[in-house]
């Protein structure tokens, strides 16, 4: 198995450009993460998805985030516009059911500079 | 609430020289917990997990860890480290989600 895909590996915009990272999650797995990792707030919960459909979206920001799972195979994080305070590590990943003993596997994320 | 604190933010060992990461926990009901690792530019995996039974919990690369109840604790530890095991380590609560702690940087000296 390829594992959790994300794209793109590394990302620099401009302030106040649109920003969409991608995320395949493992083939099976009907539960989706995203995560973003800083130095000053550490590993952070933004949203996460059971069979397509947003849980707990609690951890998201403000509005200038959303993401969507229109299918088992894709996901999407989209920021717009784009602050500095945004740059971050961002990871998503799966698990095969969003059940709070079970593992999660991570993508390699995504590194993302707003400048 | 559930929260998870890893109590050193870095650790630096010997080649060779045991190690011990901590992690304190805080829950109302009963948890589950995780060490994840997280070597330089990659993605967490998974070391080990309790869920229940045994309270010494073995995982991958030689690691181990002691779940202790009534200190609410969940430290990590390895006999002998290497070079190889330079990376950040998550350890992580599942009560309702999945929390995770801030991270303990282990780096390796020869």
């Known amino acids: 198995d390829a594992g959790v895909i994300q794209s793109p590996r590394h990302e620099v915009t401009e302030m106040g450009q649109e920003v969409t990272l991608r995320c395949k999650p493992i083939s099976g797995h009907n539960s989706l993460f995203w995560y973003r990792q800083t130095m000053m707030r550490g590993l952070e919960l933004l949203i996460y998805f059971n069979n397509n459909v947003p849980i707990d979206d609690s951890g998201m920001p403000e509005d200038r985030f959303s993401a969507k799972m229109p299918n088992a195979s894709f996901s999407t994080l989209k920021i717009q516009p784009s602050e500095p305070r945004d740059s971050a590590v961002y990871f998503c990943?799966?698990?095969?059911?969003?059940?709070?003993?079970?593992?999660?596997?991570f993508g390699p994320g995504t590194r993302l500079t707003v400048l | 609430a559930q929260s998870v604190t890893q109590l050193d933010s870095q650790v630096p060992v010997f080649e060779e020289a045991p190690v011990e990461l901590r992690c304190n926990y805080s829950s109302s009901v009963s948890v589950y917990l995780f060490w994840y690792v997280q070597y330089p530019n990659q993605g967490l995996q998974l070391l080990l997990k309790y869920l229940s039974g045994s309270t010494l919990v073995k995982g991958i690369n030689g690691f181990e860890a002691e779940f202790n109840k009534s200190q609410t604790s969940f430290h990590l530890r390895k006999p002998s480290v290497h070079i190889s095991d330079t990376a950040e380590y998550f350890c992580a609560v599942s009560e309702r989600r999945k929390v995770f702690g801030q991270g303990t940087r282990l780096t390796i000296n020869p």
């Open positions: 990943a799966s698990a095969f059911m969003a059940v709070v003993r079970n593992e999660q596997f």
